[in-house]
């Protein structure tokens, strides 16, 4: 299951007017999402096929994990090109690896994400395997762009 506490967001609008109706638009859609009626997943694939901002930026895809950090978890940071959607490909992708996130710290700065996890694997323990470790990282990187884009960078 999934579970939303508290989305603090940022202001993106000089004009309060727009900033409410900002509000007002994704209020509206995570109501829907709720009820069924639209999948968030489909909104942000449109809203992220329309911007093309990673050939403008060059923000070096990074994933990071530590258990020293946490007594009770592995502490993973993702930082790379922020993007619509990438906040839902990370989690999904941590879910989809069998991991729990009991925290979550969300940052941007211009165009940088900062996405810090605090995860425990199905049993409520540290990821401590060095191949899982390696594996999570390497899905992470994926939904980064960092595997395109070192290819990229080789070829």
């Known amino acids: 299951g999934l579970a939303l506490d508290t989305i603090s967001i940022s202001r993106q609008f000089d004009m309060d007017s727009d900033e409410m109706r900002r509000g007002a638009r994704i209020a509206e859609a995570v109501e829907k ?16 096929a329309a911007q093309t901002r990673s050939d403008a930026f060059s923000v070096a895809p990074d994933v990071v994990i530590d258990n020293n950090l946490s007594n009770r978890a592995t502490v993973i ?8 959607g990438l906040l839902y490909d990370l989690t999904s992708a941590i879910s989809k690896l069998n991991l729990n996130i009991g925290s979550a710290h969300i940052v941007t700065f211009g165009e940088k994400a900062v996405d810090v996890f605090y995860v ?5 323990a540290k990821v401590t395997n060095p191949a899982r470790q390696a594996a999570i990282k390497r899905r992470l990187l ?3 762009g960092g595997e395109r884009k070192m290819a990229k960078a080789a070829g």
Request: net charge negative; charged share 30%.
């Open 33 to 48: 999402s709720l009820r069924g009626e639209i999948k968030l997943v489909e909104l942000i694939a449109a809203k992220g």
């Open 77 to 84: 940071e993702v930082s790379g090109l922020d993007r619509p």
């Open 120 to 124: 425990t694997d199905l049993t409520g």
């Open 142 to 144: 994926e939904m980064l």
